[in-house]
Every structure is written in C-alpha cells, then in structure tokens.
C-alpha cells in the first residue's frame, strides 16, 4: 500500500473526479466544498466514496487510495492497474492478455513475446487501416494516418496475470501538420471524437463481433459486412494467431478507456480462447484472398548482403532491399535469397550503390519480410 499511496501523490484530484463522472457514478450535494461524494449502484450492492480537494487534509493520500480501491472493486481489475491507467497522460489503453502453461509463472518464452506482441500491434494496425480504407484484405498495412498513429503508441510496463502486453494509445491532435502530438488534459473535448478513440473503440467492436459470429455459427455475418464496417483479413490474422501461440491458450482484449472523455457503450473485455480457431480459419479463408501476395515489382536499394564466406561452395546468397511500395512515404525492408550469379551483381550494385529491381512475391514471416521467387534486375 505504501507505494500505492506514493504514487497516488503524484495524481490530481481533477482526474479522479473525471474519470468517476465517465465512469458512471453520481455526484451526490453535499454542503462541502472542499469534499465531494459519489455513489453508484450495482447489481450487487451500493458504493459510495468521498474525494478530498486539498492535499492540506491529514488523511489525504489514504481517502484517494480508498476511491481508487473502490473504483478496482467495482471494475473487477487490480488496484494496481487503476493507478497505472489514471497516472498516464491522456490516453486509452489496450491490454492483450495471454493465459497458458507457459505464461502462468508471469514469464513467456523469448520468440513467443515478439510474436506476441507483433500480433498485438498488427491487430491495432488492421482497425485503423480498416477505419481510414475499409478493404477486405489490405495488401499491406501501410497507410499514412495509421502509420503516425502506431509510432505514437506504446509499451506499458508488464503487469501480473499470465503475461499482459499493455498498449497505451495517446489521444494525438490529428490537425498537426506532419507529426501529431499528444493533446493535452486542457483539449479534452477533443477526445471523445479523436482519431485514437475511433480506433481503440473499433478494435474492441470488431473482436466482439467475431466472437459472437462465432458463438452464433452466423460466420457469414462478418463476411458479409461492407462499407465502413468492413472486419479486414488482417484482423482475423492478428486475433488467430495471438490465439495459437499455445496449445492451451485463452486471450483475452481489454480496453481501459481515458478517463476524460465518455466511455463507449460496448463491452471492454472480450476473451477466446483454442475453442475458437476453426471459426476463425473458416473466416479468414472466406475474407482473405486466396492469392493475397500477387508477384510485384520492388525497386530500391540493397542495405546488406549475407552469404557462405566460402565463395567456392557458395550455391545462394541473401539481401536485404530498402524499398518504398506504391504511394506509401515510409521505407520498408524484406529479405531475399538470390541464386549465385545473382547474389554476386547484387554485391556489385550494393557496392556502387545502384538500384536494383526484384521481381517477386511479398511473404509475411512474423516479424520480417521476404520477397519469395525473386529475379534481380540492376538499374
């Protein structure tokens, strides 16, 4: 508790009073004006709770700890949690849960955690490419808004429960010129309608709606969505494979929505578990194309190149290709494996620092990417 209350001196009676008008709890008159009460009814029972203004009160850090407990009790998350999240700046966030053999200890094997997270990030990725361009399958999840969007996301300290990734999503003032910045607790009524709300709140919808598609054996209720409610192949990708790092795996998404803005009327929890990858697969061979990675023509430059130091028993060699696909501003990198002769005018082109043009198929291997089938060709 010590620490709890140390860090709670650290936090603002303003936001506490935020985030239980957000929450659903009512203000209650009181002839105090330093003091205010709210309460809220649950299924179960009655809460109240009494917030203190001033820090000149003696019991001061002790009476926000009981808010804060309360608030846990009512929520059913840990203490420790609701800190976390009313000591961050304005922000939503997004905690993938992972529960397994392998995860009960609080640890994860090292290859599984980038996966993990890979998938946790491709997942909030996929909703807001699907929120700027709604498509069945994006070929690549590189849009520009959602781009800004993901490098302003991050990685929140471990927390105990299996193994919990959480993602913390800053509300950002999309009417920056180049570079969104994160809005500041005095723009608040600018949160409720930002960009990162209208993510978070889609991923949350998108997984619901799977897992009830699934519940309900209505798989074409998903496929069959259009227009701005489009679900992506992407999605469905990032959930089956958060779902299949174990065979014993239960997931679970929660959102922990700011508390300065009106949370969203739809669930902020949804959980699957092995149960649901045939529904998931039946999905994803019903949304994804079956040939999503036509042959395409990468033009760029070679920033490495790897091969048998033995350059008489050398039969292939592998490059890296710095390249920008279509209209997309930002560079992307993929591996490829070229026979003999051509790793070795690749050597030469990465030497003299040419272009070259690789004539092949884009395949996502978790975290990297290669071009498979490649062909060289020196501009």
């Given at each position: ?254 959102a922990s929505w700011s508390p300065f803005a009106p ?41 490495s190149t790897k091969a048998d130091p033995d350059a ?68």
């Amino acid at each position: 508790m010590k620490s709890d209350l140390q860090a709670l001196g650290l936090l603002q009676f303003s936001t506490l009073q935020a985030y239980l008008e957000n929450a659903g709890w009512d203000r209650v008159d009181i002839d105090k004006e330093d003091i205010s009460l709210f309460r809220k009814s649950t299924a179960t029972d009655e809460h109240e709770v009494l917030l203190p203004h001033s820090r000149d009160f003696a019991d001061y850090l002790p009476r926000v700890f009981d808010v804060v407990s309360t608030i846990a009790q009512v929520e059913g998350r840990p203490t420790e949690q609701v800190v976390s999240d009313l000591l961050l700046e304005p922000s939503d966030v997004l905690r993938f849960r992972l529960d397994n053999k392998a995860t009960r200890d609080g640890s994860f094997p090292l290859d599984s955690v980038f996966s993990f997270l890979e998938n946790a990030k491709k997942a909030i990725y996929a909703s807001a490419c699907d929120l700027l361009q709604p498509e069945k399958y994006h070929k690549r999840l590189g849009l520009k808004g959602a781009t800004q969007f993901i490098e302003q996301c991050r990685l929140g300290q471990t927390e105990r429960g299996s193994f919990v990734a959480p993602i913390i999503c800053p509300f950002l003032d999309t009417c920056a010129a180049d570079r969104p910045t994160p809005l500041t607790i005095y723009q608040r009524d600018l949160f409720a309608k930002s960009f990162t709300r209208a993510v978070t709140t889609r991923l949350m919808w998108s997984v619901s709606e799977i897992k009830k598609s699934i519940d309900k054996n209505e798989l074409n209720r998903i496929v069959e969505l259009e227009g701005k409610n489009t679900i992506s192949g992407n999605l469905l990708e990032a959930v089956h494979e958060l779902t299949t790092l174990s065979s014993d795996s239960k997931l679970e998404i929660a959102a922990s929505w700011s508390p300065f803005a009106p949370r969203p009327k739809l669930s902020p929890l949804v959980k699957m578990s092995q149960d649901y990858l045939p529904g998931l697969e039946t999905l994803l061979s019903k949304i994804k194309p079956a040939d999503q990675n036509p042959e395409s023509e990468f033009v760029g430059k070679i920033s490495s190149t790897k091969a048998d130091p033995d350059a008489e028993n050398r039969a292939e060699g592998e490059i890296v290709l710095n390249y920008i696909l279509g209209d997309e501003e930002k560079a992307s990198k993929a591996k490829v494996t070229l026979s003999k002769p051509e790793y070795d005018q690749a050597c030469e082109a990465h030497r003299t620092g040419k272009t070259v043009k690789i004539t092949g198929r884009l395949a996502n291997n978790g975290r990297t990417k290669a071009i498979e089938n490649a062909r060289l060709t020196v501009i």
